[in-house]
């Protein structure tokens, strides 16, 4: 099975977070796609955060339960760092080949993870471009650091089976949908 992993606070899930996965799933043909609800993210503050449950029942608002599939296991392995619950997936789920998604602003923002290099070694990534962050990133840190490890888009449906350090970017439309932008305008706020 091939499972790719779209990790984050979801606060609150919305379009975007569906447009990714989606994608993800048809382009790298992989057989679920799970929004992975983080309990606490130490790299966002607190402050502004919607509870936990409602953040992992807004994520399953938008998930269709069986392609897209909204799960808090993040929790029940009560791990703090994305490291650490990678390894816990791939011990408690050895068969699932796990493909990790992010945008290319959490591209940007690897060197800041704990462990981050560690990270990428154990499982493959897929980078989807974002506004105003996708050529940052690609100039930035890690993609630096991983560069050897990039593979060309038409790989991309040969990723989940890769061995890590693998990353791919994704040409997709970006999406501008922002959680913190729908935040703002719920608050009246302009960002």
Known sequence: MRVGIL????????????????LARTRLRLDQVWLLVTPGNVLKPQAGMAAFQDRLAAADGISD??????????????TRYSIDTIIGLQRRFPRIKFVWIMGADILEQLPRWHHWMEFA?????V????????????AGRAAQRLRHARL???AATRLAGSSAPAWIL???????????????ADEGVVP
């Not at 339960?65 to 009560?78: N, S």
């Not at 989807?128 to 690609?138: D, K, Q, V």
């Open 121 to 125: 070694s154990r499982i493959p990534l």
């Open 7 to 22: 990790g984050g606070s979801f606060n609150p899930a919305h379009a975007g977070h569906l447009q990714i996965a989606r």
């Open 170 to 184: 994704l040409l997709a439309r970006e999406n501008p949908i922002s959680a913190s932008a729908i935040r703002a």
């Open 127 to 138: 980078v989807l471009p974002r506004p105003s962050f996708t050529y940052r990133a690609l």
């Open 65 to 78: 339960g069986r392609h897209i599939v909204a799960t808090g296991i993040e929790a029940a392995l009560r």
């Open 152 to 154: 060309a888009r038409s």
